[in-house]
């Protein structure tokens, strides 16, 4: 059980959510890690048989709406209690099965547009962008399928990147060690607008072949116009009376009250300028 990606409004330094691709646990086993876990929402995909599920947490700062899912995806509308901020979140767990790659993402890249609201797209995609993501088996075919490429230029969406270590999964194949990044979190323009201060981090692998995929974000920090405060030192300037006198004589229009403000307006800008 291996934690993809995560949306964290982080409160005593436990994520808002959570998202798990190949659980392999039936409904009432992922239940109740997840209640030991603090949780107190989630929805679940069953696994067939012994392999694959889904689960994504929640906790109560967040409520989720779940849209759509199947054995590969969850996709959900959320939306942040607080701020009252509704984002997308899509978890991911692509097929890794050569055979079912194509009519995988030919569905992803047809049903996936792009979204106007703060989009996060995350998981274990079983796909690699670059040549230089996978090291060890068998040779990078140069005329391979961009799958992953193309949904991400269709769904107008970007890698956020990562911090940590650069392989996600690790395995062997024929004997040999293969190592990949087939782990990521992609987000749109929106989301950047909404969180710039987004970054993921790739954490230490713990019992399983993939490892921790954590995203941290913050708001756009809103900055607070200042009070204004006479400051008892420009009693003391020899130009402090001289620039009140200038700035109160300025004629306006309007009532007596309105004519006030004004003027204690010219004031407080000329003190501060």
């Given at each position: ?165 650069k392989f996600t999964w ?96 010219n004031c407080r800008t000329?003190?501060?300028?």
């Amino acid at each position: 059980m291996v934690v993809r990606a995560l949306h964290g409004q982080i409160r005593d330094h436990r994520p808002s959510m959570i998202f798990l691709s190949e659980t392999k646990m039936k409904d009432h086993r992922i239940i109740g890690v997840r209640r030991r876990m603090g949780y107190a929402n989630g929805f679940n995909v069953a696994p067939i048989g012994r392999a694959g599920g889904l689960s994504l947490w929640w906790d109560d700062s967040i409520q989720v709406e779940v849209k759509e899912y199947s054995k590969h995806l969850i996709d959900a509308r959320c939306c942040i209690v607080e701020s009252a901020v509704v984002f997308r979140f899509t978890g991911i767990y692509g097929t890794s099965y050569r055979a079912e790659k194509e009519v995988f993402w030919r569905g992803m890249i047809q049903n996936f547009n792009p979204e106007s609201s703060p989009w996060i797209c995350g998981g274990d995609f079983n796909e690699f962008l670059w040549d230089h993501e996978k090291v060890g088996g068998a040779e990078v075919r140069y005329n391979r399928p961009r799958y992953l490429e193309e949904f991400m230029s269709k769904g107008e969406i970007m890698d956020l990147g990562f911090n940590g270590q650069k392989f996600t999964w690790r395995g062997t194949r024929n004997g040999q060690l293969v190592e990949a990044r087939l782990d990521r979190v992609l987000v749109n323009d929106c989301w950047l607008s909404t969180w710039p201060n987004s970054f993921v981090t790739n954490a230490l692998t713990l019992g399983s072949d993939h490892c921790p995929v954590v995203l941290r974000c913050e708001r756009k920090a809103v900055k607070k116009k200042k009070l204004f405060r006479f400051e008892a030192f420009w009693a003391k300037d020899a130009e402090c009376k001289e620039v009140v006198r200038r700035a109160w004589e300025i004629s306006s229009d309007g009532s007596r009250v309105t004519k006030w403000n004004k003027k204690l307006l010219n004031c407080r800008t000329t003190l501060t300028s």
